[in-house]
């Protein structure tokens, strides 16, 4: 599926009151430079008690009611498969590509086009195919107002958490398999992720020109921007990349460099522990300084 956001001028302000996620850290501090060489954007912090950026749109996350239905019927069953939310930034030169996985229980989406349309993106393919991991659901998405793939991660967060509060609302059993079903969803999550175990970071050689770096660690709002920022906070530059949200776990491959070259190994060390000491440190309440 791709997805294409509004233009860098346009604020996509979150308005959360994760109860789940109270604990959770947000970075302050701007991104050093853009997301995939484009112009820097001001940071995404999701809090749970107020609204932090203006907007022209907000995403509201609410609860799911057990009777919500997008191009299909809610049926309860023993066997909840794990949703997937992909985007892609790898595949298609033109376009920000969004794959969608539920099993076989999505419809057409319908609704989540229409709200991926009411933040300034034009789905300009659609296709849908099954194996047998279920039915994919995949969009090709650009902004509306330039036709151009998305290039900001403000936007991209906000696409993600648009895809999932849908699957929330219309696929209600959805919510005990995310992460953010446990503030939102009908059903908590079965279990809860210990992200001192979840989280891995390895960074591998990708050529003369770039490295590839892959995360993988406990899912939560702003994560997407969170892990932009702290990259490009060391001057490395975020080419292009894959992010996934499978469950409760999130799954990022970025291709990175430094000065337009693959990241010595010195750096790739210096890059892994950043993000491991960010994503594994404790939360701590800025006002008990």
Not at 192 to 220: C, F, K, M, W
């Amino acid at each position: 599926m791709a997805v294409a956001m509004a233009s860098g001028s346009t604020s996509l302000g979150l308005c959360t009151n994760l109860r789940a996620f109270e604990k959770q850290p947000c970075s302050k501090g701007g991104l050093s430079k853009g997301f995939f060489r484009f112009y820097p954007v001001r940071r995404l912090c999701i809090s749970p008690s107020k609204r932090l950026l203006s907007s022209v749109t907000t995403i509201i996350l609410k609860a799911s009611a057990a009777t919500a239905v997008e191009d299909g019927s809610y049926q309860d069953t023993d066997s909840i498969p794990t949703p997937k939310v992909i985007i892609d930034q790898d595949s298609d030169p033109d376009a920000t590509v969004v794959e969608i996985t539920f099993g076989d229980r999505l419809g057409a989406l319908l609704d989540t086009m229409n709200a991926l349309k009411n933040l300034g993106l034009n789905v300009v393919k659609a296709n849908v195919f099954l194996d047998s991991s279920g039915k994919h659901n995949k969009f090709a998405i650009t902004k509306a107002n330039t036709g151009r793939k998305i290039d900001d991660p403000e936007l991209l967060e906000a696409i993600r958490l648009t895809i999932i509060n849908n699957l929330l609302e219309y696929h209600p059993e959805s919510s005990a398999q995310l992460a953010m079903g446990a503030a939102f969803g009908v059903v908590p999550p079965n279990q809860q992720v210990d992200v001192d175990i979840a989280t891995h970071i390895n960074v591998y050689d990708d050529g003369p020109d770039r490295s590839l770096l892959y995360v993988e660690t406990a899912d939560r709002p702003g994560l997407l921007v969170d892990l932009v920022t702290n990259i490009t906070d060391i001057n490395i530059t975020v080419q292009s990349g894959e992010f996934d949200t499978e469950g409760l776990l999130a799954k990022a491959k970025f291709h990175v460099s430094y000065r337009d070259k693959a990241i010595i190994k010195p750096l790739q060390q210096v890059l892994a522990n950043s993000l491991r000491y960010f994503l594994r440190r404790p939360t701590t309440e800025e006002a008990s300084f």
